[in-house]
């Protein structure tokens, strides 16, 4: 059975850094495509990145580039997301994903809980 759980959200102050990190468990972790996604208050969930099998690829959601780096350690089962420059409407629920056919798919099969990043002025 395939589980992702998430870890390392939590309140920052704007302008702050997070690293988000999802263990997996039960899956051949580096077959899969990963993704992170968010959802905040009110608002239908989003894509935040994304990393191919290997971690030569990736795909970031436009408004993110820049701020946002995706990768993961195929060795540790582990995906991470490193958050710089945070802004208050980065608030929300991050989601890890496993299972995307390519690092532009947005159809996984594969979701963690979820961690809260809370982000205050």
């Known amino acids: 059975q395939v589980q992702l759980v998430e870890s390392g959200g939590g309140l920052v102050q704007a302008g702050g850094s997070l690293k988000l990190s999802c263990a997996a468990s039960?899956?051949?972790?580096?077959?899969?495509?990963l993704a992170w996604f968010r959802q905040a208050p009110g608002k239908e969930r989003e894509f935040v990145a994304a990393?191919?099998?290997?971690?030569?690829?990736?795909n970031y959601a436009d408004s993110l580039k820049g701020r946002f780096t995706i990768s993961r350690d195929n060795a540790k089962n582990t995906l991470y997301l490193q958050m710089n420059s945070l802004k208050p409407e980065d608030t929300a629920v991050y989601y890890c994903?496993?299972?995307?056919?390519?690092?532009?798919?947005?159809?996984?099969?594969?979701w963690g809980q979820g961690t809260q990043v809370t982000v205050s002025l």
């Open positions: 994903a496993a299972g995307g056919g390519t690092v532009y798919s947005r159809v996984y099969n594969y």
């Open positions: 039960g899956v051949t972790f580096g077959i899969y495509v």
């Open positions: 990393v191919s099998r290997t971690g030569d690829l990736t």
